[in-house]
């Protein structure tokens, strides 16, 4: 498989799996978790699911911060309009890949909190429910330097022309919109945020789509 065929399939299935397992169906079949400890109860009550669904999820997370480190990569070069922004989002979606991982699989992490037959039931729930609220915390960050991330790719992008006008201006206005909603009341920020997470996960696959064009014309 080509780099530009790796870089299309990767920014195509990661999106699509984190929308489904690490959101979507989460929230249908296990529970919306408003908060750490709700998080754990509904969790503990389906944790053979759950744990097919982290994994799931996690994987799709990874493979969608691969595909845009590859794909910021493959923008860099000397003379090409964009390449410093293009390398400022290489570095920063590595980094936010090793940050994917650790948030993604906290919940992992709670999980085995939850099966821990050396520890009693309710060391066993206090122990989860820390683990989620960093998770938590985790996720914070991410989302912020994720948005920071799409602006620059989203710059370079649009600089070189590279894929679709459309789709390189939605990842400069949706990035942007990404870093203003940690300004905003949590509550909102959580209702908005999954609207947008929505938007870029489509944008990002109809990216993905865009890249595989590119490499058979």
Do not use: C, H, Y
């Not at 991982?101 to 820390?130: C, E, F, H, K, P």
């Amino acid at each position: 498989m080509s780099s530009k065929n790796l870089i299309g399939w990767a920014l195509i299935i990661g999106p699509l799996s984190a929308f489904l397992f690490g959101g979507l169906l989460t929230g249908i079949l296990i529970g919306p978790g408003e908060t750490a400890a709700e998080a754990v109860s509904e969790m503990q009550a389906k944790i053979g699911l759950k744990s097919v669904f982290t994994i799931l999820g996690s994987l799709g997370f990874v493979f969608a911060f691969i595909g845009t480190v590859l794909l910021s990569n493959s923008m860099r070069g000397d003379g090409k309009p964009g390449s410093l922004l293009a390398s400022i989002s290489t570095v920063i979606f590595i980094a936010l890949t090793t940050l994917a991982m650790a948030a993604t699989m906290s919940d992992w992490a709670a999980l085995g909190s939850l099966q821990n037959d050396n520890l009693d039931a309710a060391a066993q729930i206090s122990n989860a429910v820390t683990i989620t609220l960093v998770g938590n915390a985790l996720w914070a960050g991410l989302f912020f330097f994720w948005g920071i991330g799409f602006l620059t790719l989203g710059t370079a992008l649009v600089m070189q022309r590279k894929l679709n006008v459309i789709v390189d201006w939605i990842f400069v206005v949706f990035g942007a919109l990404f870093v203003i909603l940690l300004l905003m009341p949590w509550d909102l920020a959580q209702n908005v945020g999954f609207l947008i997470f929505g938007v870029m996960v489509l944008n990002t696959i109809a990216a993905g789509v865009f890249q595989l064009r590119a490499d058979e014309s």
